[in-house]
């Protein structure tokens, strides 16, 4: 029945093209698929039973999205799948275990996934862990000390809106992202940093043309007192009604 109703979905949704986006463009989306699996050992592909999980969820990234850093392994939209590949894999595993001549091949079987997984992390896909003996990596953090310092300022009580990249340092708090419904929402502070030649993913969902016009016009709202932290450092404090 899920089945039914996702392949509906997508037939209303993108109509029979729906089903060549699932792997097109290949040299995306076919690449993540398997080298995600390659990773498990290939193993859940016999873990039938989280075949819907593992679709949908390509589905919702390849299908329902046309953005392609969605597609690939390059962010993090590959968390969610991740314990759904280890259950699946351990699902085999413990089917293996119980088999008498199939068993004795897992000591093989764990050591190969060990030395692929640690080739395609550090030679294929030149993965992060080794930044951890990289002295760039500390003086990169380093430099990145004031916005710790700007975060630890900011109001933890009442709604926040913030911007994309400050939004990650409250995600167990009461939050909105920045948007211009500011008399809709009322969050009770608002907190902005207007730095020069940020990445335009710290706006999103706005543009950064629409975040300088948005920040122009909560510092004209008579609703909110700012205060500077530093010249780039804005916090908005909604006022208590009389």
Partial sequence: MVEVIIIAQIYQKCGMSGLFDFFLPADLKFRSMLLTFVTFG???FVSFATYPLIIEHYLERFVFNFAATRWDLGFHYNALLS?????????????IQNHKKLKKILSLWALSIIGIVFFLHRFYLHGPLMLATHPTFYEQT?????????????PRKGLLMT???????????????????????????????????????NFFPLT?????ELVVTISQNLNYERIEII??????TRKKQE
């Fill in 42 to 44: 290939f193993l859940p």
């Fill in 163 to 201: 911007q994309n990249n400050l939004a990650t340092h409250f995600t167990h708090g009461n939050i909105v992202l920045l948007n211009s419904n500011i008399e809709k929402v009322k969050p009770d502070v608002i907190a902005v940093d207007i730095r020069p030649g940020q990445n335009a993913n």
């Fill in 83 to 95: 314990p759904i590949m280890f259950l699946a894999a351990l699902d085999v595993l413990q089917r």
């Fill in 231 to 236: 010249d780039s450092q804005l916090i908005f």
């Fill in 208 to 212: 950064p043309a629409e975040f300088d």
């Fill in 142 to 154: 380093q430099r990145a000390v004031f916005l710790k310092n700007f975060v630890d300022q900011i």
